[in-house]
């Protein structure tokens, strides 16, 4: 088996171990959404262990750590934790956003959220903003909107309330 590092993909980590949408949501209760299988199909291809331990509100090490664990493989100490550090909110998003979606909602529903905000995202005109709720932080979603060009803010209200701008400024 290959070694699990902070960018294993989680899809991978579900193909090659058996057992392992178990371990996951044993580890941390925010990844039972991986019982649903839309989000196991998209999102799991993209999010990597890093970004899953953002999603589940905990140090990516501290995931990596417990993974490893749990197939046998060795911990390791990475010296630098990552601080998530909240970045200053940019005035853009005191806007009303266009659109206002529910990851949440979308994954009850069977849908795949990063789907759906694409298309929504493409019905936006240049500055306006979409504002997607979720109760965990979407990093996988950020990482592809930010490569795609898009201006991200996401705010954390309460443990399990999250808001991210998504503005269009193509």
């Known amino acids: 088996m290959k070694e699990i590092t902070l960018d294993t993909k989680v899809s991978e980590l579900l193909n090659d171990y058996e057992g392992m949408k178990d371990i996951l949501i044993s580890i941390n209760p925010k990844f039972k959404k991986l019982n649903n299988p839309i989000l196991r199909r998209t999102l799991a291809k993209v999010a990597s262990v890093k970004q899953a331990a953002f999603v589940g509100g905990m140090e990516p090490v501290e995931l990596l750590n417990k993974l490893r664990e749990a197939v046998g493989q060795e911990k390791v100490e990475l010296e630098d934790k990552e601080e998530v550090q909240e970045k200053e909110a940019p005035n853009w998003i005191q806007?009303?956003?266009?659109?206002t979606m529910d990851a949440n909602k979308l994954l009850d529903e069977d849908?795949?959220?990063?789907?759906e905000v694409n298309i929504a995202l493409k019905s936006l005109s240049n500055d306006e903003v979409l504002l997607l709720?979720?109760?965990?932080?979407?990093?996988?979603?950020?990482?592809?909107?930010?490569k795609k060009g898009y201006e991200v803010y996401c705010k954390k209200i309460s443990e399990n309330e999250f808001k991210t701008y998504i503005k269009n400024s193509n």
Request: no cysteine.
């Open 95 to 99: 806007t009303n956003p266009k659109v």
């Open 111 to 115: 849908k795949n959220p990063l789907a």
């Open 133 to 146: 709720k979720s109760d965990f932080m979407p990093e996988p979603l950020i990482e592809e909107f930010e």
